[in-house]
């Protein structure tokens, strides 16, 4: 497969995602401030820290942190990078180019989802009709990463755009975790307590969590017990641990992956093995910015063996 | 409501299915019987069908737009077919299978030894001037002598029913993936018809392709490596670049995923490294193709490129510099390279033109400027034409004094008259004129598309059929009436 195209079907995957994920998080965040006094109400500030946009939002001129002006900048905000109008923009200009790889159905729902979130995106303003928008964002995105499992052949293009959904994935759901362990002490205060369940299965509702966690845990919803299922859970598929694991097994069908599947299984490790009961919320934090950092230098590797193709052609003549 | 052909409007020109008082020609009667059956509103209705099929099998063509960047358009194709019977289409054949050889022959000639200057057929002078002919071809010899391994020649039919030769495109013609589309819609539109009559496949021509491809493979390559190269998503035929990749298997590249190594062979960056590429289909413009020998400001193109051609280790089709032929004054002189290379008359003719270089001919031009179509020789799509019948007096004093000042880059054509077919215009059928494109395949053998992509104007009178002016297309259909 060429560079290029495994490189375009990657990001396909990790725009895809992110639409979804944004979805996800804008709708979890709404419940949760209608089910909070408003005193105790962590806001909408969190979200910007949580996509990473504090320097972009900060040079906006509606930059008050209200509901609306967040839920604007991550629905509708062309000009953001990280907004779902442009996640999904981004993800459709890839298809675009990867037509004569994907099926044909795929091109025309993504068409259809993309011009759907253009047009309405700014319902989702308004708190009303933000809930049906949401879930028809969720849904389409849903829709299209089964059109790929159902019909593409397991190959490369596959395993591409399997690897690009589990990292963004194991990106998401660790930032969800640092920012919301931020607001909601782990360890809570007795003012919080009694909101404390309410937090958390905020949190897994987000990630569509709520229920595998109640299979799983089979009790209390709990700070530690949550932050443990969200990042190393081996069954959960929008655990750390268990988007790592499907992405090393997709790798042993790569060629020249050995590098990136010891990566991966050794931050695996980290996580399943990391000591969270004991973790006070900077430790937490540092332990999260640590995961992402590798994350990240994780996907420059990658880069590195299969999109960059740094090694001269004359220096593999004749292969 | 059943259709009355006794009705159809008769033109001052030929009619491909109906001749005049409403009969069908022998080659559409089954056609045209089983179109009266349907009527006009089965006819709507399956046109409508059509048309939800072309979106549902995302069959686009790009048109560019000044802001809002460039959109992709449902393809437009009118469901009546054009029909030609086989007997008149096997001599088209071999007259366009004519043509090439001796267009390839003449390519090799003018960059070697250009015994057809030398001899007095071909003027060295036009030679000199050809805004086409590239100095770093010379002495280059391609596998099997072939230059133009794709050639699209557009014929049209006059009121005579003569068929003529309009232009030979030699560089990156385009239009066959919608020929194979449209025959994928119609069989979908009127299964009963394939069922009866005998229409000949249109379908194998990806496959005459690759082979055509694979047998230009530089001579070390076992399992020759064929890739097609295109310009990116932005070209108005990146549908058809992407589609004839998918058609034939082989890899759809950008000029970015391209190098030349140290040893001059092309590679192409994959996962698994960089894999050596041994025959590019290149839809990208010549001056596009290597920075570092033509336009060093183009990034569509791969560094080295021409040198490893040059070298014999990629080959490319068509091979630079085959654009020479491509060029209306060069067209005028095919039927003397017929005769020339193949000792043979042309089978088929061109259409009669005028050269302005010749002072006799100039200065008739010059004098029925309002009669003719005059052409630039070196533009294609339409650019740059005068149409004398419907120009201003000020156009035509323009075109005056830019043939005086460069007799070289014109040539002037009597008006022909385009042959007209039914077409289906709000809920009737039609006179639309129309023209036809075969593609001509140059590789071990010389093969013909069967048929080719006829291209419609939809509008009344309109002699435009290019699509990204409002021009429809249509179903070829090469009809056996002997079976």
């Not at chain 2, 005028?332 to 088929?348: D, G, K, Q, S």
């Not at chain 2, 003719?372 to 004094?401: D, H, I, W």
Request: aromatic share 8%; proline share 5%.
């Amino acid at each position: 497969m060429l560079s290029r195209v495994a490189d375009n079907l990657y990001w396909l995957a990790r725009y895809l995602e992110r639409t979804e994920n944004l979805a996800r998080l804008v709708g979890a965040t709404t419940n949760l401030m209608l089910d909070l006094p408003r005193h105790l109400a962590p806001g909408w500030q969190p979200l910007v820290k949580i996509t990473g946009s504090e320097l972009i939002y900060s040079e906006r001129e509606d930059r008050d942190f209200s509901e609306k002006s967040i839920v604007r900048f991550l629905i509708a905000d062309m000009k953001y990078g990280g907004s779902m109008v442009s996640s999904i923009s981004r993800a459709r200009e890839i298809a675009r180019t990867a037509r004569d790889i994907m099926p044909r159905e795929f091109w025309e729902r993504i068409n259809a989802l993309h011009l759907y979130v253009g047009e309405q995106a700014t319902v989702a303003i308004d708190k009303f009709t933000r809930h049906a928008f949401l879930e028809r964002v969720t849904g389409g995105v849903q829709q299209l990463i089964g059109m790929l499992e159902g019909v593409v052949s397991e190959g490369e293009a596959l395993s591409f755009l399997s690897l690009g959904r589990n990292i963004e994935r194991a990106d998401m759901t660790s930032r969800i975790v640092d920012v919301r362990a931020a607001a909601l002490p782990v360890n809570n205060t007795a003012e919080l307590r009694p909101f404390e369940t309410v937090l958390w299965m905020s949190v897994l509702r987000s990630l569509s969590g709520y229920q595998m966690y109640r299979m799983h845990a089979r009790e209390r919803v709990h700070g530690v017990g949550v932050v443990r299922f969200l990042l190393a859970d081996e069954h959960f598929p929008r655990a750390c641990v268990c988007c790592l694991h499907r992405a090393e097994e997709v790798l042993h069908s790569l060629p020249h992956s050995e590098p990136l599947v010891r990566w991966l299984s050794r931050t695996r490790r980290v996580l399943t093995r990391a000591r969270l009961e004991g973790l006070d919320q900077v430790q937490l934090h540092e332990f999260i910015d640590r995961f992402q950092l590798s994350l990240a230098r994780w996907n420059d590797e990658l880069a590195r063996i299969y999109f960059l193709g740094e090694i001269k052609p004359s220096a593999t003549a004749g292969t | 409501m059943p259709i009355a052909w006794e009705e159809y409007p008769a033109t001052s020109t030929f009619d491909e299915l109906i001749v005049p008082g409403g009969g069908a020609r022998d080659a559409a009667r089954s056609l045209v019987e089983y179109l009266s059956t349907l009527g006009v509103g089965e006819l709507m209705t399956r046109q409508r069908a059509a048309e939800a099929a072309i979106r549902g099998m995302g069959i686009t063509f790009t048109v560019y737009h000044q802001e809002g960047g460039s959109i992709d358009r449902s393809w437009p194709l009118d469901i009546i077919p054009r029909v030609i019977a086989l007997q008149e289409w096997q001599r088209i054949e071999a007259g366009l299978q004519q043509r090439a050889r001796a267009l390839n022959l003449f390519i090799n000639d003018i960059y070697h030894a250009q015994q057809i200057v030398h001899a007095g057929v071909f003027p060295r002078e036009f030679l000199a001037d050809s805004a086409n002919f590239r100095p770093q071809c010379v002495g280059i010899n391609p596998p099997l002598g072939v230059w133009a391994h794709v050639c699209g020649s557009d014929l049209i039919r006059g009121a005579d029913g003569t068929v003529f030769v309009l232009e030979d495109n030699l560089r990156v013609p385009s239009g066959v993936s919608y020929m194979l589309e449209n025959r994928q819609v119609v069989k979908r539109v009127f299964p009963e018809l394939f069922e009866a009559t005998t229409i000949l496949p249109v379908d194998d021509y990806p496959s005459k392709l690759l082979e055509t491809l694979r047998a230009i493979a530089p001579p070390e390559a076992g399992a020759p490596e064929v890739v097609v190269l295109t310009p990116g998503i932005y070209n108005s035929a990146y549908f058809e670049h992407s589609y004839l990749a998918q058609q034939m298997g082989v890899e759809l590249v950008e000029g970015r995923d391209l190098a030349v190594g140290d040893d001059d062979i092309v590679y192409m960056r994959t996962i698994d490294g960089w894999k050596r590429v041994d025959v590019i289909y290149r839809r990208v413009d010549d001056l596009f193709l290597d920075p570092e020998v033509f336009r060093d400001d183009s990034s569509l193109g791969v560094p080295g490129l021409m040198r490893a051609w040059c070298r014999g280790t990629v080959s490319l089709a068509n091979a630079p510099g085959a654009g020479v032929a491509d060029d209306k004054l060069v067209y005028t002189f095919v039927p003397a390279m017929i005769r020339y290379y193949l000792n043979e008359e042309a089978i088929l003719p061109n259409v009669p033109s005028y050269l302005c270089t010749d002072p006799e001919q100039r200065a008739y031009v010059l004098a029925h400027l309002a009669e003719l179509v005059v052409k630039p020789a070196n533009e294609s799509g339409g650019y740059g034409m005068l149409m004398g019948p419907k120009s201003t007096a000020e156009e035509r004093a323009q075109f005056a004094q830019l043939i005086s000042q460069n007799p070289r880059n014109y040539i002037a054509q009597p008006v022909i008259s385009l042959s007209t077919t039914p077409t289906l215009v709000d809920g009737l059928l039609e006179p639309r004129h129309l023209d036809l494109r075969p593609f001509i395949l140059s590789g071990r053998e010389t093969q013909v598309t069967t048929g080719g992509l006829t291209r419609v104007a939809m509008r009344k009178g309109s002699l435009v059929v290019n699509s990204s002016q409002g021009g429809g297309s249509k179903d070829t259909w090469i009809v056996d009436t002997a079976l």
